[in-house]
């Protein structure tokens, strides 16, 4: 906890604090102290009532739960004895009432083409598309990988699996063939579906291409249905690959939504964790419905007319639950954009929202320091005066960050919610709630209603000052069931670390004296890379499986953009490291994991710091990665010259 223990100097010392207007509290879905302590209170309390009532109220049932919760942490079980459909609960739902007409996606692509697909539009893609899927012989249970530009295909893709209970593992873009394969490998999928390609700064990033190489390794996998975004040559195999466009003409419309269990798994989502493999977090159908449903509600204070935009990528979770599930289940207009902010120009963002007359906004930190250092005069040419509401996710935010984001963009005007949450908890946990709580620049404050976060001790205890654990004392309906395959993973990951009491999430945090946490990041070998996760492990495994590489040690360092960078400490087999050698490397990573892992620094030494019982040394690497000055004891160190070496090579 040496480097929490410094983010915990850092933040003491903000002190501000920014209530909402009485304007904003007066029309904010939850608009009081009182009302959220009384909500807070009784989630604490009694979940089972707490839950039920939201469940009954805010979902669709084909049959109704016999019961609310079911079993201990971390086997409980929600809403068993219903039946549930989370396409219905987002689209069939809205088609008897004035929603039927309304825009539930408004999507620009890059190259700047729009369309806007109404919730009877949108259900009716669904229906026919979920029929297209029967018709390749989807099941309900069934694995079905998706790998897509941000189009409203991708959407209707995972909606129409949704519909018929097929669970869908969406594969963000910016992954390699290797990472699609290994995926399609670990759920079994049955089915891929992905396009020619998609828009990233005027160019095409080739996504069938790179689906045709996984194929090669995904046994499992029957057929690959294209949807045709570029126009770009691809090669289709015959009798495996279809175009969307081709299927689409021989269906019908009608297709009415399977009537599912509640704890029917939805979608299973790759994250890192702390060891090399990637881990399938699985997400059943109410429970997680239930939590996009409510937190999006109550954070982002949804209204009727609100045009919402969340920037985050459906290959995210942040896009799963607050681009698709969670808005579509409100009826909100959910807006979606295909490719860069800084493209043609850095004012990208900006012009969407004037041209939209968008009213919420939810972006990442990383986002908001590449649009403080493009300066103020890309946003200030554009009327942003729709905005009502900020959002940010995906890792701390830095207090300047933040003051710029509340002036800038908001016009010191709209409350900013900074939201914590995981892949694994399937929605926001700890958030300030818009019209209640007075926000303080870099702290995420309070707990929504039905969470119960304590910090502890490494041994569990409450911790009373300082920093420490993270964890959850109580189930939530949107937690995760299960690593896709692994239970045991599951149990050893997140809840033998307290003996099965508390869900561990991995990162630190300190609460101060008005009881607000403050996050400050992972306390494991997970890196934060602009608020995408990877495990340090993952990316030594790419490493060593180059011929020339011996030894590799991966670790994080500040990176003025992206939160954290990656820097790679490597042994070679032979030669001493060129430059040319070392993006070799570079490529190899990107090549093996994606362009989102590739290295930002490779240092390459003849051995790596350990201690004589030969462990690496990661705490020396990690300063020597920052450019610090090695601190605290080098005694143990086996050969004190190496780190000389490893400082020298830059
Ligand atoms: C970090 C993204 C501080 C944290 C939704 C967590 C944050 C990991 C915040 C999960 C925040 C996310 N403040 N840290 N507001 N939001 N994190 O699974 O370390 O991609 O454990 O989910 O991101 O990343 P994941």
């Known amino acids: 906890m040496t480097d929490a223990g410094q983010n915990i100097e850092s933040v003491l010392q903000e002190d501000r604090k920014f209530p909402p207007s009485s304007e904003f509290s007066a029309q904010a879905n939850i608009s009081s102290e009182q009302q959220y302590l009384e909500m807070w209170n009784k989630g604490k309390d009694d979940p089972a009532g707490f839950w039920g009532e939201l469940a009954k109220e805010n979902l669709a049932w084909f049959k109704e739960f016999d019961s609310v919760m079911d079993g201990e942490m971390p086997e409980t079980k929600w809403f068993t ?126 996504l069938k291409a790179t689906v045709d190489e996984a194929m090669e390794k995904s046994p499992t996998v029957e057929n690959v249905v294209v949807y045709r975004r570029t126009g770009g040559d691809v090669n289709m195999v015959p009798d495996r690959d279809y175009w969307w466009h081709d299927l689409m003409e021989d269906v019908d419309a009608d297709c009415p939504a399977v009537e599912l269990d509640s704890e029917h798994p939805l979608f299973i989502l790759y994250t890192s964790g702390s060891t090399g493999k990637p881990k399938g977090v699985l997400h059943t159908t109410a429970g997680y419905m239930l939590g996009a449903t409510m937190t999006s509600k109550w954070v982002f204070d949804l209204k009727e007319d609100d045009t919402y935009w969340c920037t985050a990528d459906i290959g995210w979770i942040t896009g799963h639950s607050y681009i698709t599930y969670g808005p579509l289940s409100n009826g909100t207009t959910s807006l979606m ?13 900006w012009n969407i929202v004037e041209k939209s007359q968008v009213n919420i906004f939810y972006t990442a930190p990383t986002a908001i320091r590449a649009f403080i250092k493009w300066g103020d005069q890309w946003p200030s040419q554009y009327d942003l005066s729709s905005l009502r509401l900020l959002g940010t996710v995906g890792e701390p935010i830095n207090p300047e960050a933040w003051m710029w984001y509340h002036k800038v963009i908001g016009n010191e005007k709209c409350p900013i919610v900074d939201t914590w949450w995981q892949t694994e908890t399937g929605g926001i946990m700890l958030s300030p709630l818009p019209g209640v709580t007075a926000t303080k620049p870099g702290s995420c404050t309070k707990p929504l209603p039905g969470v119960v976060p304590a910090i502890v001790t490494e041994e569990g205890e409450p911790v009373t000052e300082g920093g420490g654990l993270l964890v959850m004392t109580q ?54 890379v602009s608020g995408h996760r990877l495990s340090t492990m993952e990316v030594e495994s790419a490493l060593v499986a180059h011929d020339n590489v011996a030894e590799a040690a991966v670790v994080g360092f500040p990176h003025e953009l992206k939160g954290e960078g990656i820097c790679c400490f490597v042994t070679l087999k032979s030669g001493d490291g060129s430059d040319e050698e070392k993006e070799e490397l570079k490529q190899h990573v990107r090549k093996q994991i994606g362009a989102i892992a590739t290295p930002d620094k490779i240092k390459i030494a003849p051995a790596l710091p350990k201690t004589r019982s030969g462990k690496i040394m990661r705490r020396l690497l990690r300063d020597i990665a920052a450019g610090r000055d090695v601190s605290g004891d080098v005694t143990t160190l086996e050969d004190n010259t190496i780190l000389e070496k490893l400082r020298e090579d830059d």
């Not at 190259?111 to 989807?138: M, S, W």
């Not at 309906?477 to 997140?494: A, C, K, N, Q, S």
Request: aromatic share 12%; charged share 25%.
């Open 81 to 206: 004895g219903g039946k549930i459909n989370a396409s219905y609960q987002c689209l069939d739902r809205h088609l008897t009432g004035p929603r039927k007409n309304k825009a539930a996606i408004i999507w620009e692509g890059e190259p700047g083409d729009q369309r806007i697909l109404t919730y009877q539009q949108l259900h009716h893609e669904v229906c026919k598309f979920a029929n297209v899927l029967k018709k390749l012989g989807i099941e309900t249970g069934d694995r079905v990988t998706i790998y897509m530009p941000m189009v409203p295909e991708l959407a209707i893709a995972m909606l129409a699996c949704a519909r018929l209970g097929a669970v869908h593992s969406i594969v963000f873009g910016g992954f390699s063939a290797d990472a699609i394969a290994d995926r399609n490998h670990d759920a079994e999928s049955k089915l891929v579906i992905t396009a020619d390609g998609g828009w990233r700064r005027g160019k095409e990033i080739p």
């Open 337 to 349: 954009y295909e490719g860069a902010p800084n493209w043609p120009d850095e004012g990208r963002f």
């Open 475 to 528: 189930p939530w309906p949107h937690m995760l069931r299960t690593v896709y395959g692994d239970h045991d993973r599951f149990i050893e990951t997140y809840f033998s670390k307290f003996d099965g009491k508390y869900y561990f999430a991995g990162d630190g945090a300190r609460i101060d004296d008005d009881g607000y946490y403050w996050v400050m990041g992972r306390v494991d070998d997970v890196l934060n």
